[in-house]
């Protein structure tokens, strides 16, 4: 709950607004952004079943064939976010897109290979990261829509957009009943691209982590003088979140050989 009251008031959307920019937060199925406390436009696909409480509710009554989908909730952020470049004004948006996540709802060309309630989607018996050939194929049609997405973006923007996107974690396909955790390099490893001006992409260095995206961005578009945190890399676990191990060396011993930004 106390990160939960965090995502729901970011810094980073307080900043935008002082500089003039309306807040766009997509309201998800999950905890954190089920909801925003501060935004100035909510996108959400539904006001009445798809809350958290709606959730616990329809799990304990009939109501369960009710509840929305998550392939629905994918398609809706999926569709909405086209939308964004139409708004008049500055705006920043946030969207925590509940994909490539399980369940796997569709195959690598964008069918629906499963009909699993918002309500069973952090569910063991959804699958969980066990099917990795699914892991793989909800990957693939993810890639082909986030390339639809950013072209949209792109060509409808009337000024020249910023974009982030960034995963806020990685897979877990080596947990098993042997393993319950997975292995560290694997949860920790993500996908993190940048787009907008050459100044912004040339502040960019190969080892950034998202602790510091927004630093450099507003260092660079607001002529900021943010400084850059250290890069330091954390693991726990579900069962016991607060207990954190540091990772850094093992972490920078992977990356230090393999990392590279194209700008």
């Known amino acids: ?135 793989v194929d909800q990957t693939v049609f993810l890639n082909q829509k986030l390339l639809e997405i950013v072209d949209h973006i792109l060509a409808k923007s009337t000024v020249p957009p910023v974009i982030l996107i960034q995963a806020d974690h990685g897979s877990a396909t080596t947990v098993s009943k042997k393993k319950p955790y997975p292995r560290t390099t694997e949860r920790l490893a993500i996908f993190n691209a940048y787009y907008g001006p050459d100044h912004f992409k040339q502040a960019l260095y190969p080892t950034i982590s998202p602790v510091n995206s927004f630093r450099v961005l507003f260092n660079s578009l607001f002529q900021a003088n943010y400084e850059l945190l250290p890069e330091k890399y954390y693991f726990s676990w579900y069962q016991k979140p607060y207990v954190m191990e540091d990772v850094t060396e093992k972490i920078q011993k992977e990356i230090s050989g393999s990392a590279n930004v194209q700008k």
Not at 41 to 57: A, D, K, P, Y
Request: with cysteine; proline share 6%.
């Open 1 to 135: 709950q106390p990160f939960y009251d965090i995502i729901r008031a970011p810094k980073v959307a307080e900043i935008f607004q002082a500089k003039g920019y309306r807040y766009i937060h997509f309201c998800t199925s999950y905890g954190g952004t089920e909801e925003s406390h501060t935004a100035d436009i909510r996108m959400r696909q539904s006001t009445l079943l798809g809350n958290e409480f709606m959730s616990v509710l329809l799990r304990s009554t009939a109501l369960l064939a009710l509840a929305p989908s998550v392939a629905d909730l994918h398609r809706f952020c999926l569709a909405e976010i086209k939308e964004i470049p139409a708004i008049q004004g500055p705006t920043f948006t946030f969207l925590h897109l509940l994909l490539p996540h399980n369940p796997y709802v569709f195959d690598k060309d964008g069918k629906e290979r499963a009909n699993v309630p918002l309500t069973l989607q952090f569910k063991v018996k959804t699958g969980g990261w066990e099917d990795k050939q699914a892991y």
